[in-house]
């Protein structure tokens, strides 16, 4: 007893003075602000007796001018206000200083920034009132939460008083609010503080005392929380703020742990409804965030654990229901609403990937999905619910049983897991398959429902091998997957003669698609995986023209991509059998396949594509199959030789001529075909440079032959010179300038190699020496090749011609006089220098002659 003499006594020293001051400042305050709105009604009594005498006197007076309503932006829902809040703004909207609306000019404002101004000013002239609140309100709580750990009198006791300080702090509210004949935010934090307090009370009773079962609790906790709300719509804003975020917040300040994740959820439900159903009436946006925060955090405390996964798999179905028929679609944007059921859904999917590893509650996930399809804004603008619902689900399994750790990318259930998670799937694919049926039937012409019903089994059969066989090869699976296919293959043929519900013939055949797909995936590995499933290609362009369906040709794409990119780079990556001859019948079936498809799709937009992917096959089957007879049906042996490289100049260096051609004609597709033509014409100079520098015969030892001319070097210098001169007649490959550069070069590469074998035979290495007739060939052969290039720049007035010429010839003369002419005496030098000037003459006269610049001067 003597603690609570000093807890009263304590109480009554802090508490009387510090509210007792707060409410005398309050109420000052009140009554400033109700003599200035006299004073001004005072002021417009008298201006509109000013206004009557003027018109008596017969002045007259400007038409009064409608201020122009200003837009209202799409974001801000529709109020309905009741009478209270109405005379609030009246009486707020009087007490402003009157403003000279005849030469204002409307400034336009940043949004956020008025909206910090006037929570500041709202602070200022609020704050004794917000403290005020604050402090009644954990006052409340505080003295729950004190009575239970001092035990200062018994639990029956403790209830009853705090549910008394609620219950006397509402009448305290309402008998102000009535006296003073309106309402105030003072009256609005004690009503605020009274529903906190009762909150608190009521959790206490359950959590701590045991005194109220969880069913009434709730029923209490919804009748208050409903109360508050609508008493809201009274007292005004402040004591919405109060009773939502105390609502959400006391289960965190009263503490415990003897309640259960049902009873907290549910609890979250009864806050929420009452918010909601408050918003009917009056829609502010900082009460629907707020209410979605609440929500949201008591989702985020119990699904975190991984421990309650049958109450959350029912809380956020409920939530989901909430969110989309409240408040009415009158009040609520609709992008707002969008973004909650969402994020619902995004819940959803991250709660199966926390749930607990040793008991999984299988059967508790199939809630959501019907309650997505059902729903009615899934028939309207919110059509994509259905699918996000069924995809999150979907991710949500994947990211529980995804295992980075160790080298299969997901983690199989344990046996015991398998029949139950089988059971799932069965009973998700009846439970959409028949909600999208019953919504499919009214609304015949819609492609969502058709796509959802066929490829909805199809999704959940993938996550049954992922999950049950790891994604590992299974036989039983892909005969499962067959069998499916086959299903979906007859569903195709009577949907094509029932008129209607033909718009599913196209998802039926999809459908049928991915099943022979996942069949493949499931049985056959790595070459034959790839060559199954460019069997599609046929099948795919040959349905697509019959029906004139654009989605069949977008799946072929995909198709396409995936064998493209598994032929490009999965023979590289992954470790494949070197024994058989594998790449003859997966390389060059796969373009065959292709070929036959771009065949059928003739006059069809899928055909630039098909084209496309036809000629990357067939590059690709070239090099792989040149890799297999050159290195004894070894490709992946690691070398690269002088030949292989040759050929591959040859041949990625004509293909990408090929795809510019190509790119002229392709219509939209021609910038891939650009791009491609431009990729290989890299890959050609890189595979010519290692043929130049690594393989270089001057420095390495290799079989050329023994045939002059027509030896390897034709094939690994002379045809480069051919494809550079080719390119050049193709300015959007490359610029026609460096083309022709690239020709000269590689031409006089191709020519000093062909001297040094004339001379030395397949011993072309430079360090077995020079004799004097390949060094006089090499001054011989540029001499010609200057004269030639300068009587025809000279011809045809290509000053790049010209200037070129004139180097080589300068070159030539130098190596004469400084290397040639060096070693030779006598009369041998007389002829020497007699040749080179009778030559250089003679060239002279050839190109004045030529280019018509009249007579030889004297000199």
Not at 385 to 413: C, E, I, M, N
Request: aromatic share 12%; hydrophobic share 55%.
């Amino acid at each position: 007893m003597e603690a609570l003499l000093f807890l009263v006594i304590g109480a009554g020293v802090l508490l009387v003075p510090v509210g007792s001051l707060l409410g005398f400042l309050a109420f000052r305050q009140r009554d400033r602000h109700a003599s200035r709105v006299e004073d001004l009604a005072r002021e417009v009594a008298d201006l509109r007796a000013e206004v009557s005498r003027l018109r008596d006197t017969g002045v007259s007076l400007p038409d009064p001018v409608t201020p122009a309503t200003p837009d209202v932006p799409a974001d801000v829902g529709y109020v309905r206000e009741p009478a209270s809040s109405v005379a609030e703004t009246t009486d707020a909207e009087t007490s402003r200083e009157p403003a000279a609306e005849d030469t204002a000019i409307a400034v336009p404002v940043n949004r956020s920034d008025a909206l910090v101004s006037r929570g500041v000013a709202a602070f200022k002239a609020n704050w004794m009132v917000w403290i005020g609140a604050l402090s009644v309100s954990l006052a409340g709580i505080f003295m729950v939460s004190h009575s239970i750990s001092a035990g200062l009198i018994g639990p029956v006791h403790q209830l009853l008083m705090a549910l008394l300080t609620g219950l006397g702090l509402h009448a305290g509210a309402e008998y102000l609010r009535r006296r003073h004949m309106g309402s105030d935010q003072v009256f609005a934090a004690l009503a605020g503080g009274g529903s906190v307090t009762l909150y608190a009370a009521l959790l206490a009773g359950v959590h701590h005392y045991g005194l109220i079962g969880p069913v009434p609790a709730l029923f209490a906790l919804a009748l208050v929380s409903v109360a508050t709300m609508f008493l809201a719509l009274v007292h005004g804003p402040l004591l919405a703020i109060m009773g939502l975020s105390g609502a959400y917040l006391v289960p965190l300040l009263v503490g415990g742990e003897g309640g259960s994740a049902v009873f907290v959820l549910s609890y979250s439900v009864v806050i929420t409804v009452s918010s909601l159903l408050l918003m009917q009436y009056v829609y502010r946006p900082w009460l629907w965030f707020g209410t979605l925060a609440g929500a949201g955090l008591w989702w985020l405390l119990v699904a975190v654990s991984g421990r309650h996964g049958l109450a959350v798999s029912c809380y956020l179905p409920v939530l989901f229901l909430l969110f989309s028929v409240l408040p009415g679609d009158g009040l609520l944007p609709l992008q707002r609403r969008r973004d909650a059921l969402l994020a619902t859904l995004l819940a959803w999917g991250a709660s199966i990937a926390w749930q607990s590893t040793d008991d999984p509650a299988f059967l508790a996930w199939l809630w959501m999905l019907p309650v997505a399809v059902l729903l009615p804004q899934s028939r309207q603008r919110l059509w994509f619910l259905p699918w996000a619902a069924v995809l999150a689900t979907f991710a949500g399994w994947l990211v529980y049983s995804a295992d980075l750790s160790q080298d299969v990318l997901f983690r199989p259930l344990a046996q015991s897991f398998h029949q139950p998670f089988i059971t799932y799937l069965i009973l998700a694919s009846v439970l959409v398959v028949l909600s999208v049926l019953w919504q499919w039937r009214t609304q015949l012409e819609l492609r969502r429902w058709a796509s959802l019903a066929m490829l909805a089994p199809v999704i959940w059969l993938l996550l049954g091998w992922l999950l049950v066989q790891g994604g590992q090869a299974a036989g039983n699976w892909a005969l499962v997957a067959l069998l499916a296919a086959a299903v979906y293959g007859v569903v195709a043929w009577r949907l094509e003669h029932s008129p209607g519900y033909r718009v599913g013939l196209v998802w039926a055949i999809l459908a049928a698609h991915a099943c022979y797909s996942m069949a493949v995936a499931m049985w056959l590995q790595e070459a034959s995986m790839t060559l199954a499933l460019a069997t599609q290609f046929v099948s795919l362009a040959w349905l697509g023209r019959r029906y004139q369906a654009p989605e069949l040709f977008l799946i072929l794409k995909v198709l396409l991509a995936i064998v493209v990119a598994r032929l490009t780079f999965n023979p590289w990556l992954k470790s494949y059998d070197a024994g058989g001859h594998w790449s003859l019948w997966t390389y060059g079936g796969a373009t065959l396949f292709a070929g036959a498809a771009t065949w059928l799709a003739r006059k069809e937009v899928i055909r630039p594509w098909l084209e496309a992917v036809t000629l990357h096959l067939l590059v690709l089957f070239l090099g792989v199959e040149l890799r297999y007879w050159l290195y004894n049906g070894d490709i992946f042996a690691r070398e690269y030789g002088v030949t292989e490289a040759s050929i591959n100049t040859v041949l990625w260096g004509a293909l990408s001529i090929v795809y510019v051609f190509r790119s002229r004609v392709a219509g939209t597709l021609g910038w891939l075909y650009r791009l491609l033509a431009r990729a290989l014409t890299v890959i050609a100079v890189l595979s010519y440079l290692v043929v130049a520098v690594v393989h270089n015969p001057w420095w390495t030892d290799g079989t050329i032959g023994s045939t002059p001319v027509f030896n390897l070097l034709l094939l690994a210098y002379g045809a480069p010179v051919l494809l550079a001169l080719a390119s050049a007649r193709y300015s959007d490959l490359v610029p026609v300038r460096w083309s022709l550069c690239t020709a000269a070069v590689a031409f006089g590469v191709f020519t000093l190699l062909e001297i040094r074998h004339l001379w030395q035979g397949s011993a072309m290495t430079l360090s077995s020496g020079m004799g004097e007739g390949e060094l006089y060939t090499y001054s011989v052969i540029g001499m010609l090749y200057s004269i030639a290039a300068i009587l025809w720049s000279t011809r045809n007035q290509s000053e790049l011609l010209h200037k070129a010429g004139m180097i080589l010839l300068g070159l030539v003369i130098g190596k004469i006089f400084l290397v040639d002419m060096a070693g030779l005496q006598g009369l041998w030098r007389v002829a020497a220098f007699m040749g080179l000037g009778l030559a250089l003459l003679g060239l002279a006269w050839m190109y004045r002659r030529t280019s018509g610049s009249g007579k030889a001067s004297e000199s």
